[in-house]
């Protein structure tokens, strides 16, 4: 097979023969030439498209793996902050074992009670026989509930033990207050409640006291705690004190040398309040004691505790 070529001179012709070997290496050369270019092409293509799948594909996973480090530090701030809220709670609760035993410390010190019999310093001795396999692990939701349920339980045992904080308190502040014992340390009754002859002018009077001898200057004490009403001269009476122990109780020291104390002060029971005197309406030293209940003189003996 020929391939003829004319030029543009005239009488300008080529020939080229197709089957000629030359010629036949030449095409070979040039699909060679060709098929390799578009080969060599491909794979550049092929490896540019596979890196910018990689590359995707690892930017995926980066985002996937960012997400899930987010995700633990979430779970990690969460679970901090239940500790620190069960941390807190145990912190309240041993703050109210605290009071509490400063609390039974107190009333076994107001009870008057063998220190040994409440030892609030030790835990309370516990005991019993449980199996290996009893019981289930702790878990934060049942833990939570747990220390709210003693939490309650502690509340209420504080307001229990206030409750009888308060009735002991009570109770001794009315043996404080409630009038009993006598007045002067030392001394005697000279003169009783009731009916007797008048030492001044010998006709029979009703006495509204008892009367206690005792050594001039000797101290002369309250019987009660309270609130002194009056400290001063008082027709009769000389000098006088008059304690008011609340509960319509009041009680009166007469014939005094010397008062101690002044008119709005309070007193201790037993505190002296008086030097034992001959003032006033008076045969010898000694100190006149009234009760009054409800503004009337009732006898004496009943409170100081001793009979005729």
């Known amino acids: 097979m020929n391939i003829i070529f004319v030029g543009r001179r005239p009488g300008s012709v080529r020939q080229l023969d197709l089957r000629h070997p030359a010629v036949i290496t030449g095409a070979l050369v040039l699909v060679l030439l060709i098929v390799g270019s578009a080969f060599s092409v491909g794979m550049s293509f092929g490896h540019h498209h596979g890196n910018a799948r990689a590359l995707d594909q690892l930017g995926s996973w980066s985002a996937e793996i960012l ?11 969460a679970l901090q902050e239940k500790v620190n809220a069960i941390a807190m709670r145990v912190g309240q609760m041993n703050a109210s074992v605290i009071r509490l035993d400063a609390l039974g410390k107190r009333l076994t010190q107001m009870a008057n009670l063998d220190n040994g019999e409440f030892d609030f310093g030790s835990p309370p001795p516990q005991g019993g026989s449980e199996g290996a396999a009893d019981g289930q692990p702790a878990q934060i939701p049942s833990l939570t509930s747990m220390i709210d349920s003693l939490q309650e339980q502690l509340s209420s045992r504080e307001q229990q033990l206030g409750v009888l904080e308060n009735l002991i308190l009570t109770r001794e502040l009315n043996k404080q207050v409630y009038p009993e014992g006598r007045p002067v340390g030392q001394g005697w009754i000279s003169s009783f409640f009731g009916q007797r002859p008048d030492p001044f002018t010998g006709y029979t009077a009703f006495h ?32 006088m004190v008059e304690i008011n122990h609340g509960n319509g109780l009041f009680t009166r020291y007469g014939h005094n040398e010397k008062l101690l104390v002044k008119a709005g002060d309070m007193v201790r029971k037993g505190q002296p309040i008086a030097l034992v005197g001959s003032t006033g309406r008076s045969t010898g030293t000694h100190v006149h004691f009234e009760v009054l209940k409800n503004g009337a003189q009732v006898d004496p003996l009943r409170y100081v505790g001793e009979v005729r």
Not at 67 to 77: E, F, G, H, M
Not at 211 to 237: C, H, I, M
Request: charged letters at 25%; a positive charge; glycine letters at 16%.
């Open 208 to 239: 509204r006291g008892v009367d206690f001898a005792a050594s001039e200057g000797a101290q002369v004490k309250a019987v009660g705690a309270g609130l002194v009403t009056w400290a001063g001269d008082r027709s009769g009476y000389g000098e």
């Open 67 to 77: 997400a899930q480090r987010q995700q633990l530090d979430q779970t990690k701030r």
